[in-house]
């Protein structure tokens, strides 16, 4: 069974940081590109970012861009996110996804973290 748990979500002051975590299990982790995700209130969800597993390429949707890393452990299954200077409109559940190499959608999803930045 596929599991993908993410933590470290919280609530944090506009102007703080935040690293998020992804641990998976049941699925060859070193395999997976692994992508962020989030969505706010009233509002679709959204991508923020991905690595993929074969090359580690990174890409990050232009907000996002300049203050967050997305990182990755294969020996410990987890993908991570880290944003820096939080904003309130990065208020949002935060997902992570896995998919494999070549494919267009995200198979395996995990149940999310709320991130809430006071302003």
């Known amino acids: 069974q596929v599991q993908l748990v993410e933590s470290g979500g919280g609530l944090v002051q506009a102007g703080g940081s935040l690293r998020l975590s992804c641990t998976t299990s049941?699925?060859?982790?070193?395999?997976?590109?692994m992508g962020w995700f989030r969505q706010a209130p009233g509002k679709e969800r959204e991508f923020v970012g991905g690595?993929?597993?074969?090359?580690?390429?990174?890409s990050y949707r232009d907000s996002m861009k300049g203050r967050s890393t997305i990182s990755r452990d294969n020996a410990k299954n987890t993908a991570y996110l880290q944003i820096k200077r939080l904003e309130p409109t990065d208020t949002a559940v935060y997902y992570c996804?896995?998919?494999?190499?070549?494919?267009?959608?995200?198979?395996?999803w995990g149940r999310g973290t709320q991130v809430t930045v006071s302003s």
């Open positions: 049941g699925l060859t982790f070193s395999t997976y590109d």
């Open positions: 690595i993929r597993w074969r090359d580690y390429s990174i």
């Open positions: 996804a896995a998919r494999q190499e070549g494919m267009n959608e995200y198979l395996y």
